[in-house]
């Protein structure tokens, strides 16, 4: 049996190409000599699934996996909640119990630090990131603002005017001020659209006030983030891992999981159809993604699983991270071929159900009774099956990982703000832009009632001198003469979560 099983995992974890190792194959809780369990680096892009319950190892395998990918010039996204991922910018630090983990495992202890990035919502511990309430969209904001349906449609309708109106939305105090205008002198603008009420209005200006006091006002505005910046490599070939430091923000888990769906949608309308490629061009980790999906309306979710979905062909590949299988819902679980199952814990009927429906998620073996394998797995052990090169899932693999190379501990705060302030994304991002937009729009009229409603055409800003938002027309040359014709979708098309509203005139073109 032992010999069998051996070969099986062999011959279902040796790939032609390159591939990333999570460790080695177990048997009856001891380590198979040579049974090395991997994941081919063609599909790191198929999606995948980091579950366990807390303290089983899930967040050493999310920084094991980040460093072998960048070793292998792959970029990576990481949402780092507590902070404990920043020691992948450091070299591991040998001990006994490393090093015997290591030797078990078949691999040579080799500590190694790997570029990274540090960036946050707040500014304060990371590089700021900042999108527009524009390109963030009603249903990406209702989200965010935790709204209901009739709400939520409420602030699409509102959304829609501003675009015909070319109101620029930069930031919560120009949506402040559109709902403030429509809902006195500006209300019979709203009549071809549907109306507003004041009540409604009352509970929108309250959660701009509540985002405001919980420092989203930091984070919507202008120098607004570009997803490009995600796609890196240092001199010497690695991918830049970006760590998205949540650690100060970790107890408004609507606003951080909001705004990784935005960032995938983002990557999804910026980056060209790539189809199948020999190793993914980003790698993004969605950690504690159950927050995204709780209390998700249904056009929430559906455009969730579209993007995950589609955002594969773009050479995307997205892990999602959670406790439980069941946290995520059935149509985007369905879309995670590899599977990486840390040790759940069933004390309560509750648990039993979820340990079934986590253990019903995995193909069968012959080797495993996987219910009770996955109850007995250790800290650092793992559940695993992936997709092969021909897109098959493998054997399922009891797994004992293998310990990172980099640092299995924060690095000293001093240490972070230091390549936090040497950061190149530092000299972009750092300081907030405020130009002319919606608020100053509508101030102008109520100083001039008799001039026509402004078309969209900015003058100098408070920060900068604005640049005028392009008409049809100019929309339409730029879209010829931009790489991949990606600026028709930008000016032309509200894409998906409706990220795409009236053009702020900032947004930078690339190629690929």
Not at 346 to 372: G, H
Request: proline share 6%.
């Amino acid at each position: 049996m032992a010999a069998d099983f051996k070969d099986a995992i062999a011959k279902g974890y040796t790939f032609s190409g390159e591939s990333i190792q999570l460790g080695a194959a177990m048997k009856d809780g001891a380590v198979v000599d040579g049974a090395i369990v991997r994941v081919p680096l063609a599909m790191m892009n198929r999606h995948g699934l980091v579950a366990g319950a807390t303290g089983t190892g899930k967040t050493k395998t999310l920084q094991l996996m980040a460093e072998q990918l960048s070793a292998q010039g792959v970029p990576v996204f990481l949402a780092d909640l507590k902070g404990d991922l920043s020691g992948i910018a450091a070299p591991g630090e040998s001990s006994p119990k490393v090093l015997e983990r290591a030797k078990a495992v078949g691999v040579t202890f080799q500590p190694a630090a790997f570029p990274a990035e540090f960036v946050g919502l707040s500014g304060k511990n990371g590089v700021p990131l900042r999108a527009t309430v524009s390109s963030f969209g009603p249903l990406l904001l209702a989200r965010a603002f935790q709204l209901n349906e009739t709400q939520q449609s409420v602030l699409a309708m509102v959304f829609k005017l501003c675009d015909d109106q070319k109101l620029l939305l930069l930031d919560l105090a120009d949506l402040k001020a559109v709902l403030q205008y429509l809902s006195g002198e500006g209300a019979g603008e709203l009549a071809a659209y549907g109306g507003l009420s004041k009540a409604t209005v009352g509970v929108l200006l309250r959660k701009i006030v509540e985002m405001e006091q919980q420092g989203a006002d930091r984070f919507f505005g202008e120098p607004e983030f570009e997803v490009q910046d995600l796609l890196r490599v240092d001199p010497s070939g690695k991918g830049i891992v970006t760590l998205l430091e949540l650690d100060d923000i970790q107890d408004r888990p609507a606003l951080f999981s909001t705004f990784l769906m935005w960032l995938l949608a983002s990557l999804y309308r910026e980056l060209p159809e790539v189809g199948d490629v020999a190793k993914p061009k980003l790698v993004f980790f969605f950690d504690e993604a159950h927050f995204l999906f709780e209390d998700a309306t249904k056009a929430f979710l559906s455009e969730v699983e579209q993007t995950v979905r589609m955002i594969r062909s773009k050479g995307v590949g997205v892990f999602f991270v959670t406790q439980n299988p069941k946290d995520v819902p059935d149509d985007v679980l369905a879309q995670l071929g590899n599977r990486v199952q840390h040790a759940l814990r069933a004390f309560t009927p509750d648990d039993e159900k979820a340990l079934k429906a986590a253990a019903n998620t995995f193909p069968r073996s012959e080797f495993y009774d996987i219910p009770k394998t996955i109850l007995s797995l250790g800290i650092g052990e793992a559940l695993v099956t992936v997709l092969s090169e021909r897109g098959t899932p493998t054997p399922v693999a009891a797994t004992r990982m293998i310990p990172p190379s980099s640092l299995m501990a924060p690095i000293p705060p001093a240490e972070r703000e230091r390549r936090i302030q040497q950061s190149p994304l530092m000299a972009e991002y750092g300081k907030p832009v405020d130009r002319e937009s919606a608020r100053e729009m509508l101030a102008a009229r109520a100083q001039a009632p008799g001039a026509a409603p402004a078309a969209g055409k900015a003058t100098a800003g408070r920060g900068r001198a604005a640049e005028p938002a392009p008409n049809m027309a100019e929309a339409v040359g730029k879209a010829i003469n931009s790489p991949l014709g990606r600026a028709v979708g930008r000016e032309l098309v509200r894409g998906l979560f409706g990220v795409l509203g009236v053009s702020t005139g900032t947004r930078r073109r690339r190629s690929f």
